[in-house]
């Protein structure tokens, strides 16, 4: 069964810095991905998502993705963070055409962005 | 247009007792999920429906638990003799349509369960 792993339960980083969260996911075959973030107090909204074509997908407020079907990584990287990326981060896998509509998340990673 | 809404926002309960669960998808989105919150473990599916199709249960952790869905619009999820660690934040959210898994999910705000 498909899973996804969010090795980093807490990231702190300071403002202006990179920043960079990693999610794997288990099977290797074809996949959407996708990854979410959780404001305080407030519900889960979409980051961004690869469906298809190019590895490199951008996202809302400076927010990337790389697919990576090798290493089986979709890592979500931010080349300059602001206080308002604070959030909770969750990374989202599906699988093309396994018939199911399911989505597995992974455990999400904090993003404290420090002053 | 309104988002996805769920009611209550916050519930307290005893333990043993039944618990609903009210989930008002965006209108005409066709899918809807139900997701359990826990602190540290993430999103956990458990249940989908799509249009007139049987729904996935495959994640309902117990047969405690149970949803349904009427009309294709708004879904209800049943807790029974809930216990403590049924405690947590219980997320819905809907899709335009479940299109293999490739569309975006709109969730709603939640409902905290909090079981004494």
């Known amino acids: 069964a498909q899973s996804v792993t969010q090795l980093d339960s807490q990231v702190p980083v300071f403002e202006e810095a990179p920043v960079e969260l990693r999610c794997n996911y288990s099977?290797?075959?074809?996949?959407?991905l996708f990854w979410y973030v959780q404001y305080p107090n407030q519900g889960l909204q979409l980051l961004l998502k690869y469906l298809s074509g190019s590895t490199l997908v951008k996202g809302i407020n400076g927010f990337e993705a790389e697919f990576n079907k090798s290493q089986t990584s979709f890592h979500l990287r931010k080349p300059s963070v602001h206080i308002s990326d604070t959030a909770e981060y969750f990374c989202a896998v599906s699988d093309r055409g396994s018939g199911t509509y399911k989505y597995i998340f992974g455990t999400g990673t904090r993003l404290k962005v420090l002053a | 247009g309104a988002g996805v809404s769920q009611s209550p926002s916050n519930k307290v309960t005893e333990k043993g007792k039944d618990v609903e669960l009210r989930c008002d998808p965006i209108?005409?989105?066709?899918?809807l999920y139900w997701y359990r919150q826990s602190l540290g473990q993430g999103l956990e599916f458990l249940i989908y429906?799509?249009?007139?199709?049987?729904?996935?249960k495959s994640g309902l952790p117990s047969d405690r638990f149970s949803a349904e869905r009427t009309g294709g619009s708004v879904s209800t999820l049943t807790i029974q003799r809930t216990q403590q660690e049924d405690s947590a934040v219980y997320l819905c959210a809907s899709s335009a349509d479940a299109g293999l898994g490739r569309n975006e999910q709109f969730f709603g705000p939640g409902t905290r369960l909090t079981v004494l």
């Open positions: 429906f799509q249009g007139n199709s049987a729904p996935d």
């Open positions: 099977s290797s075959v074809s996949v959407y």
């Open positions: 209108s005409g989105h066709t899918a």
